[in-house]
Each structure stands twice: as structure tokens, then as C-alpha cells.
């Protein structure tokens, strides 16, 4: 038996030395950027020798290790069909890459991207074919004591949550909260995070809005609105009011991995009321080892509460269904309208998709009366908005973050549709002027190829498993109701201009994360009885032991290699002011910091005291001349000091001079003009 164990175990291990080895040719990094594998011609210059060795290595025994298998992989082919098998094959292929500004080097780095997902394939067929029979019937029974047996119908059993769903939320919660602070550290990262926080910290004060600062170009940054004589977020009310739960007890950071936990069990729960058990825990178990969830449930965006409310509203829809109650439609209304006070986009979405399904309600006689409920509680809780809209922009249909983005970027330029006028013109990110049908391609391409990457983190790629389903399977109703979950997510969405970049995956998308997990968990067990129907009656355990072999790769692999690869000072964001705010030697001192809007006045301008005649130290931004003569005749009473930021220093902050009087600052002749 340990013989057979070792021979497996060994396929793991070459599979995760594998990954590691091709992770080290993806150029990802703490940018603002899409990851591309390296040229394949540049490959020896770029990448250290050993990771092309350890590669190398596993190409060459995966291929002696398939030709010993040909045949039965052949006859599996030929039992699914050749043109089914050639439309998973092209999914597979597909979205193993992104684009590229050249046309050769995407081709080519997709056929690279491809092959390198194809040997992971082949070095996790092997590890679950290697399996000894011993070995498979201890897998078996760990399998079933954890999951519960396979189901023997398609009949849901709806269900609460139990010890196994806390287990996973209680370590989805753990891990989250670990990266936010050894990873994230605790500090917003992202343009959207800067604004959500200031938000939370005034909401969490009682305020709607913050007093105009005296000189308002010292305190300019992304997505804050600056009027007369105030300033003020632009973004939707609902998520800083819930993370000015957390600001208001100084754990800001921690809200957002409670959510991720909390998500985990609403999941299990919803899965529950349409699919078996088994089948639900199985999807959910993907859920809490996603990197997706995980890396979401760590940062400061609104993405984990939209889903949780989400889920919510879809536990509550599906409970209705089987028990048309009043409540249940309340509850899924109030959820709805939540997210649309989020991420209002995704409340559309929600509403339209739900609304539809909350019709097949039975037991009643009449069977609209459910539907009215929630639509009619899902509109009343969105029209809170409404008077926040009339207290930010003077009307109570006119969003703040429309006007903003109206006044930045140009009118129309945020307006959902097609038009010349769309967009905000990010090149990079948005390589096409307005919105079309091909940028509706373009964002597609980007976004699949980033839920390929991210779902799962496996190295064959995340999607295979549904494409397998959608091409070989048998669809139940639940399973199509999935489809239709991603299908209307995805499909509103594309007529928004932007992807959503390259910020955690194909964000925009979120909401689409427990549908493919599902489909996914449904794709495993159809392969593994596809498989079974023409082998061995061990298939569907060797495939769920395959599954789980690339979860345990993606967690010890990808998981770290992303958080700290990527997110790891993310964008140039450092918390290092953090510490100068809580120094008293800065006690009502006013410092100047020098280099960019963002990062290096973004990352200090959140740990600014909402009161700023308060004696806490304020963070400006060193302009030029005239800026500081400005700060000087404002606040006669502070001392100054000047702070080179991480852009200036190539590290963290630096102070550079201080304590300066208001005379000595102006006569100073080192007041940089700033580049952005």
C-alpha cells in the first residue's frame, strides 16, 4: 500500500513543483495589469533556469506516463464525441490566456498557456489513475464521512447549516483576516477602497458628508466629489455602511473576512434547496478553497457584502418556492434591494433573475402574489437611496457617482449602453474608445480568462470542469438555473464599458462565483460517472481525489503566490503613514507628503482625523509654492514637516525635514511640481 501511496503522492508533488516552476513565467505583479505568461522566446533570459528544468522534468514524465494510458483516453474521447470533446478542448484553450496588444504574441501565448494547463491536466490523471485500490477505498471513505454519501436521485435536501459549513466558514474567516493583515496589511489599496473607507469613517460619525477642508487641492484624491463647502464619497451608501460597523470600533479590515465566512454557510444553505447534500457540500467546500473568495474576503471593495446579500436573497427565493410564505418574499426583497444599494448594477441583475424564478412558487392557487411581494419590497428598499441622492446632488434620481464620473470623464461616459461617449479612457485597460459589440468581446475575453485563473487556481485552469458538464453532461433544472444565474450576470453587464480590470479577478462578475462553483461541483461528479461507465466502479472517487489534489496545490501554491506576488503593496499603496498618525511627536503637526496623488497621498489621506482643527496630525499633499503658502495662512498654529512617499523614496516614507515653521516651509526651495 505505502508503495502505491508513494507513486501517487509523487505525481502531486510534481504537479505542484510544476506550477510553482510555470507561476515563476507569469509576469503578474503589484501593477496595474493583466498577467502574461513570458514569450516562449524569451523564456531563457526571463525565467531562472531551474524553473524551466523543473518543467522540462514534467513534461518529459507526464508524456512517458500517458502513452501507457493512450487507449482508454482515446476510447473516452470517442464515447462523448469528437465535436463535444473539440468544444471543450476550445474552452480550454480559449481562456488559458488574455489578449494582446500583438496578435502573434497572443497566438502564441495561448497555444504556451494551453499546453502548460494541458501537462497539469496530464500530471493529475495520472496521480488518480496511480491510486491503489487500498488507497481509492480509504479515499472513498473519507470522502463519504466528509461529504456524505452520493446522492441516489436529483431531489434537493433543504436543509440548515452544521458542523461542516462552520468548520469551512471558521477557516475562511481565519485565512482571510491573516492575508488582510500579513498581506493587505490592513490598508486600503485600490482608488474604490481609499473612497469606502473615508466614507465608513464619516458614516460611522454621524456624518452624510465632511466639512470642505481650508485649502481642498492639499486634500485631492480619486472618487471624492468636492463642492463649496463640502466633500463626500460618490459611491452608493450600502457597503460603507456596513463597514462603518468596523470603522466605528477601529477593525475596519476585519469586516470584509467575517463576510467571506458568512458567505460560506448562506452558500451551503442555498445549495441545500436545489441540490442533493453531497452535492452542496462538495460545491461548497470549492467555494471556501477559492482564491477568488479568499483574496475578495481580504480587501476593503464591496464585492463579499453584494454576495452576501445576494445569497441571502437567493436562500430566501428558493425557500419560497417550495413554501410561499410572506416572509420568505420579504426577506428576498429586502436582500435584493440591499444589493442594489451596493452595487446597484448587480441589484438589477439580482431582481430580474430572481424575480423570474421567485414565479415558480407553488402551493398557492395564485401563484403571482409571491413575485408582487418581493418586487414591491425589493423597490422600497432600493428607494432608500433616493433621499441620499437628493441630500448629495439636489435630486433624488441623480446618483452622486453618476454626476462624478459625468463631471470627470464626461457626460454619458459612465451611462450603461453603446455610444462613442462611453468610458473613461484607460487605454490599458479599455483598449477600444466608446462601447461596441467588440468591446463587448474584449471584455469577455478578459474577464474569462481572469474566473479561469482565479476561481479555483488550479493549474489546469478553473473552467474545465464546467465545460466538461455543458459539452459531455446531463443538465438538471438546478443546474440550469445556474446557467441562467451566470448567463444574466454576465449578459447586463456587458453592456457596461468597463471589465472591471484586473483588480481580484473579473470582479464585475462576483456574483457569478457560486453558480460556477456548483456547476463545477456537478461537472466532477458527472465525469466521474462518465468515467465509471467505462472502467471501473472506483472512477467517481479517483476523480473527486484528482479534484481535491489540485485544491490542496492551488491553496499551498497559488494562493500564496498570488496574495504576496500581486497584493503585496498593491498598486504602490504602503501603510507606513499609519504609524506617523499615532506617533505624538507629530501631535498637531501638519505633514507634507511628496511624490504622487496615488499612491502616496491616497495611502496617507485615510488616517486623517475627520475633525482637521482636531490637534491629531494631518497628511496633505506637497504640491508646489503656492499650495504650501495656502496650508501656511490656514493652519498658522501647526508645525510642518515633509514626507517623501514611497514613489520619491522607492521604499516606504521617508520624513525628510521638520519641525519647520509656516516661514521656514514657504522659504524653502524644494516644493516639487506634482505629476499627477
Known amino acids: 500500500m505505502s508503495r502505491f501511496w508513494s507513486r501517487s503522492s509523487g505525481w502531486v508533488l510534481l504537479l505542484a513543483i510544476g506550477q510553482i516552476a510555470t507561476l515563476t513565467m507569469v509576469r503578474a505583479g503589484p501593477g496595474v495589469g493583466y498577467q502574461h505568461f513570458v514569450a516562449p522566446w524569451e523564456l531563457f533570459a526571463e525565467v531562472p533556469i531551474w524553473a524551466i528544468a ?74 488518480a489513475v496511480s491510486l491503489s485500490e487500498d488507497a481509492v477505498s480509504r479515499v472513498a471513505f473519507w470522502i463519504e464521512r466528509v461529504l456524505g454519501p452520493a446522492p441516489q436521485t436529483d431531489e434537493a435536501e433543504p436543509g440548515g447549516s452544521d458542523r461542516f459549513v462552520w468548520v469551512l466558514a471558521a477557516c475562511v474567516a481565519v485565512t482571510a483576516a491573516l492575508l488582510a493583515i500579513f498581506v493587505y496589511q490592513r490598508h486600503p489599496h485600490v482608488p474604490d477602497e481609499v473612497s469606502y473607507l473615508l466614507q465608513a469613517r464619516y458614516f460611522a460619525a454621524g456624518q452624510l458628508t465632511m466639512p470642505l477642508p481650508k485649502v481642498p487641492l492639499a486634500f485631492n484624491v480619486d472618487l471624492m466629489t468636492y463642492q463649496s463647502t463640502r466633500w463626500f464619497s460618490p459611491f452608493p451608501p450600502g457597503w460603507p455602511m456596513l463597514l462603518a460597523v468596523g470603522a466605528a470600533v477601529g477593525l475596519p479590515w476585519l469586516v470584509n473576512p467575517l463576510l467571506g465566512g458568512i458567505a ?36 476593503l471593495m464591496s464585492h463579499t457584502a453584494s454576495l452576501v446579500a445576494a445569497l441571502i436573497a437567493a436562500a430566501a427565493v428558493a425557500r419560497l418556492r417550495r413554501d410561499p410564505r410572506g416572509r420568505w418574499a420579504v426577506m428576498a426583497g429586502v436582500a435584493i434591494g440591499v444589493v442594489g444599494l451596493i452595487r446597484p448594477l448587480e441589484g438589477v441583475a439580482l431582481a430580474l433573475l430572481l424575480g423570474f424564478w421567485s414565479l415558480g412558487a407553488r402551493g398557492r392557487r395564485v401563484r403571482l402574489w409571491p413575485s408582487v411581494v418581493l418586487t414591491v419590497t425589493t423597490m422600497a428598499t432600493s428607494a432608500l437611496t433616493l433621499p441620499y441622492n437628493r441630500v448629495l446632488t439636489g435630486h433624488a434620481d441623480r446618483f452622486p457617482v453618476m454626476e462624478y464620473m459625468n463631471a470627470t470623464f464626461g457626460p454619458g461616459s459612465n451611462d450603461l449602453g453603446f455610444g462613442a461617449n462611453r468610458g473613461s479612457g484607460w487605454r490599458g485597460l479599455d483598449p477600444l474608445p466608446g462601447h461596441g459589440p467588440l468591446d463587448v468581446l474584449i471584455n469577455a475575453n478578459f474577464n474569462f480568462f481572469q474566473t479561469n485563473t482565479e476561481l479555483l487556481g488550479w493549474a489546469t485552469g478553473s473552467l474545465l470542469l464546467i465545460a466538461m458538464l455543458l459539452a459531455w453532461g446531463k443538465l438538471r433544472r438546478a443546474d440550469w438555473t445556474m446557467v441562467a444565474a451566470v448567463a444574466t450576470i454576465v449578459g447586463i453587464h456587458s453592456f457596461y464599458y468597463f471589465s472591471g480590470g484586473p483588480d481580484f479577478g473579473a470582479r464585475y462578475w462576483y456574483l457569478i462565483i457560486v453558480p460556477c462553483l456548483a456547476l463545477s461541483a456537478r461537472g466532477l461528479e458527472s465525469l466521474g460517472w462518465q468515467a465509471a461507465s467505462g472502467s471501473s466502479r472506483s472512477a467517481p472517487t479517483r476523480v473527486i481525489a484528482g479534484a481535491l489534489a489540485l485544491t490542496l496545490v492551488s491553496l499551498v501554491v497559488f494562493v500564496p503566490w498570488r496574495a504576496t506576488d500581486k497584493y503585496f503593496h498593491y498598486r504602490g499603496m504602503r501603510p507606513g503613514v499609519r504609524d506617523l498618525a499615532d506617533d505624538p511627536a507629530f501631535r498637531n503637526g501638519m505633514l507634507l507628503i511628496r511624490g504622487n496623488r496615488h499612491p502616496d497621498f491616497a495611502s496617507a489621506v485615510v488616517y486623517n482625523a475627520l475633525d482637521l482643527d482636531s490637534p491629531a496630525p494631518v497628511f496633505v499633499r506637497d504640491i508646489d509654492a503656492a499650495t504650501r503658502r495656502a496650508l501656511v495662512e490656514a493652519y498658522p498654529e501647526r508645525s510642518f514637516w515633509l514626507v517623501d512617499g514611497p514613489t520619491v523614496t522607492g521604499d516606504g516614507y521617508r520624513i525628510v525635514a521638520g519641525p519647520l515653521r509656516g516661514a521656514e516651509l514657504v522659504a524653502r526651495p524644494d516644493a516639487p511640481h506634482a505629476p499627477q
Not at 442555498?270 to 479568499?294: D, G, K, N, Q, V
Open 54 to 127: 523543473a518543467f522540462a522534468v514534467e513534461v518529459l514524465l507526464v508524456g512517458l506516463g500517458l502513452t501507457a494510458h493512450l487507449s482508454t483516453i482515446r476510447s473516452f474521447i470517442r464515447e462523448r464525441g469528437v465535436w463535444r470533446t473539440a468544444v471543450v478542448a476550445a474552452l480550454f484553450v480559449m481562456t488559458s490566456a488574455t489578449l494582446s496588444l500583438s496578435v502573434p504574441r497572443y497566438l502564441s501565448e495561448l497555444l504556451f498557456a494551453a499546453t502548460v494547463q494541458l501537462v497539469h491536466l496530464g500530471a493529475v490523471f495520472l496521480f
Open 264 to 299: 460560506v454557510v448562506l452558500a451551503y444553505v442555498f445549495l441545500r434547496e436545489i441540490y442533493p447534500r453531497r452535492t452542496a457540500r462538495l460545491a461548497t467546500l470549492l467555494l471556501a478553497a477559492s482564491p477568488w473568495a479568499l483574496l475578495m474576503a481580504m480587501n
